[in-house]
């Protein structure tokens, strides 16, 4: 059975920073991508970033470009996601998954139970 569980998250002021984690067992962790993606209030969820199963590909949403970073140690068969510069935009509840490379929630089979990330202003 596969789990993928998440650490990290909580309260920042804007203009901080936060580091998520998220590790995954019960199948190679390495012969997956890894995705991040958030969920505020009211709203769909929408893709974060995403890291391919090497490591070598990593893809953005354009709102965190140049802000989060995304990240894997597959010996630890863990990914990260270091957050910086948070805006209150960025508020939410933060899921990890593992599945296929994309920015689509629909590739991915396994979720993390989501993470809540609140930035005051």
């Known amino acids: 059975q596969v789990h993928v569980v998440q650490s990290g998250g909580g309260l920042v002021q804007a203009g901080g920073s936060l580091r998520l984690s998220c590790a995954a067992s019960g199948r190679t962790f390495s012969r997956y991508a890894m995705g991040w993606f958030r969920q505020a209030p009211g709203k769909e969820r929408e893709f974060v970033a995403a890291?391919?199963?090497?490591?070598?590909?990593?893809r953005y949403a354009d709102s965190v470009k140049g802000r989060f970073t995304i990240s894997r140690d597959n010996a630890k068969n863990t990914a990260y996601l270091q957050m910086n510069n948070l805006k209150p935009e960025d508020t939410a509840v933060y899921y990890c998954?593992?599945?296929?490379?994309?920015?689509?929630?629909?590739?991915?089979?396994?979720w993390g139970q989501g993470t809540q990330v609140t930035v005051s202003s």
């Open positions: 890291i391919s199963w090497s490591g070598v590909s990593t």
């Open positions: 998954a593992s599945g296929d490379y994309s920015g689509s929630v629909n590739t991915y089979d396994y």
